[in-house]
């Protein structure tokens, strides 16, 4: 699931200037996604890390994949537009790239907040396994993360589990009460390109292997539930955790998520982030993608 850029593609990417993204809406504009592609697969072997990408993510017992693009973002800087340029190309071969939400412009930052709820987005704590946007209709068929910077103090390891494997390992009758709409998490509010909000949601559609598992660890606790359909969730997450497999991303390393197989999550942070400079903390950046029959 890690796939390393040959050299020859990393010596031709630098010297390979993407133009400025132009948008639709909360989509990059298709005028944009064929103008990356023309420029990238002129670029040696760019076809073929384009075709094990898409092959790591929707091949068999696929689902997710780590692009290693350190050494182009040791050559650009992580949060330079270029790299970011570069970053949206891959992810443009993928699946369209959108932003659901108003405040950022396709790419989100996830920074490190001592104050915030620990468990959440850009918190300290254990980000339990979740899909992201899990009260929409139509949650985004990708979530994808960038990493600028680890934790300097060694932790937040990124946490992934497969989500259908997790529910068969299920009695029959906990996949039953997970199949029913009785479950609910957050708020939905100013969001783009995912539908209505879903609310209740079964966890389990009925189209075991091509649905989405609407799984968030995070309504166990802040989420009033039926005390029932509170235990089956809780043992679909101890299932999770079962089977999950974590790694540390490093600088340059590109996660992408296919929301439909892979749940993700992210562990602790070390302890003592207060005593770590802001502009030295742990700082991903989100994007998600559209699949195109989709959108
Ligand atoms: O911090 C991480 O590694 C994951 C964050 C995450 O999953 C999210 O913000 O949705
Ligand atoms: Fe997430």
Redesign the pocket.
């Known amino acids: 699931m890690f796939i390393d850029i040959p050299s020859e593609l990393e010596a031709a990417l630098i010297d390979c200037p993407l133009p400025m993204r132009e948008l639709d809406g909360p989509f990059l504009a298709k005028s944009t996604i064929e103008r990356y592609r023309t420029e990238l697969t002129a670029a040696p072997s760019f076809t073929e890390t384009a075709t094990t990408l898409r092959h790591a993510l929707t091949g068999e017992g696929g689902g997710y994949a780590v692009l290693r693009l350190g050494n182009l973002a040791k050559a650009l800087r992580a949060d330079d537009s270029r790299f970011l340029r570069l970053a949206t190309g891959f992810a443009a071969q993928v699946a369209v790239p959108f932003s659901p939400f108003p405040r950022w412009i396709l790419w989100k930052d ?1 920074g490190v907040k001592v104050d915030k709820d620990p468990g ?3 918190g300290i704590g254990y ?1 339990a396994f ?1 899909m ?1 946007l899990v009260n929409a209709t139509r949650p985004p068929d990708y ?1 994808t ?1 960038l990493c600028v910077r680890p934790d300097p103090l060694g932790g ?1 390891r ?1 946490i992934l589990s497969d989500a259908h494997a997790a529910a068969a390992r299920l009695p029959q009758e906990c996949r039953a009460l997970l199949a029913e709409s009785a479950y609910h998490y957050g708020v939905f509010f100013d969001l783009f390109g995912v539908g209505e909000e879903y609310s209740p949601f079964p966890v389990l559609d009925g189209s075991d292997l091509e649905g989405f598992v609407r799984f968030t660890g995070k309504m166990l606790q802040r989420s009033q539930l039926g005390q029932a359909h509170a235990d089956a969730a809780s043992q679909l997450a101890e299932e999770l955790v079962r089977g999950q497999v974590s790694f540390m ?1 490093q600088p340059g390393d590109y996660l992408i998520v296919d929301q439909r197989r892979f749940l ?3 562990e602790a942070l070390h302890s003592g982030q207060e005593t770590v400079p802001v502009a030295d903390r ?1 700082l ?1 950046l ?1 994007l998600f993608l559209r699949a195109p029959a989709a959108v």
């Open positions: 996830i959440k987005s850009s980000n979740h992201d979530t993360l937040g990124s991303l993700h999550g992210r742990r991903l989100q």
